[in-house]
C-alpha cells in the first residue's frame, strides 16, 4: 500500500474531475489517497510527511506549488498535465492518467532529478541590514515594479563584476526555469537535467543581451541601483519588494526536485516542439 497525496489545480474543471477519479481508483487498487487544492499548503504538506508520491493534476503551476512540499521532504513528483504547455509533467490528459498511473506506484518507473535555485535576498535599509533564504525550482527573477520604468541591476559572478543591465528585470533560471520565462525572452533550452544556470536579462536597453550559461558551482549577485520600486520573484509564486542596495544572490541548491517518470530521458526531446505549439 502507498500514501499518495493529490495536489489539483482548483481553478480547473477538469483537474477536479480527474483527481477525485484519480484518487477513487487508487483506493480501489488499496492504496491509502488524499486530495488537496493547490492552495491548501499546510494541510497538503503535513500530509507529505508520510507520503511515498505526490500526484500533480493541473499544469506547471500546480507542479511548482507541490514542489515547495516535496522537495524539503525528498518526495517524487508525478505530474498530469491538464494545462497548457506542461513541460514538467509526465502524462497528458485524464485517458493517459487513469490508464498509467497505477503502473508507476509498482516500481516500474525512475527518478529524474532537477537542481533547485537557492536564494539568499540581503536588505540594507536606514543602516540596518536583514537576510531572507529562500530556493526556487524555476527561476528567481529580480524585475521592475508596478511602475513601467527600466531598473538597473548590478551583476558580478563568483565575484567578479560582469555588467550593469537596464532592463525591465533579471533571470536567474534552473534547468527546468529555462523553458519557462527565460525562453519567452530568447534564453537557451538547457537538458532538463542539466546543473547549470542561465542568466538572462528582459528587454535590455543599451546593455549586454546575450543569455550567459553558467557552471553549476557558481554563484550570482544581483544588486538593485535604482531609486525605484523593485521586486524579487521566486517561481512567481514569492514576491519580495526591493530597494536600492539590496542584493539577490543565486546559486544551485543542495536539495532537488524528484520526478518520477516512465518515458525514457529522450522523451523531453521527443516531445519539445510539440509543447512549443511548432511544426516539427
Known sequence: MKR???????????????????????????????????????????????????????????????????????????????????FMTELRGAAEAMERVPSYLNKRGWIEERSIIEVEISHTKGGRKSSYRSWA????????????????????????????????????????????YALAVGGPILDPRSTSLVLVPISPHLSLSNSLVLRAGTKVQMQVSTDHEARVSLDGQIHIELHKGDVVSGWRGSQVARFLRANPPAYFYETLTQRLNLRS
Open 4 to 86: 499518495i497525496g493529490i495536489i489539483y489545480n482548483e481553478r480547473n474543471a477538469a483537474a477536479i474531475e480527474l483527481a477525485k477519479a484519480l484518487a477513487a481508483k487508487l483506493k480501489g487498487l488499496r492504496h491509502q489517497c488524499a486530495l488537496f487544492t493547490t492552495q491548501q499548503e499546510r494541510s497538503s504538506g503535513a500530509y507529505a510527511d508520510g507520503a511515498d508520491i505526490l500526484i500533480t493534476v493541473g499544469g506547471d503551476g500546480t507542479i511548482l506549488r507541490t514542489a515547495r512540499i516535496a522537495v524539503p521532504r525528498n518526495v517524487p513528483i508525478l505530474g498530469v498535465n491538464m494545462g497548457k504547455l506542461g
Open 137 to 180: 525550482l524555476n527561476e528567481a527573477v529580480v524585475g521592475r515594479g508596478a511602475l513601467a520604468r527600466l531598473i538597473t541591476v548590478d551583476v558580478s559572478i563568483d565575484g567578479a563584476r560582469v555588467t550593469t543591465y537596464n532592463a525591465d528585470g533579471v533571470i536567474l533560471a534552473s534547468a527546468t526555469g529555462s523553458t519557462g
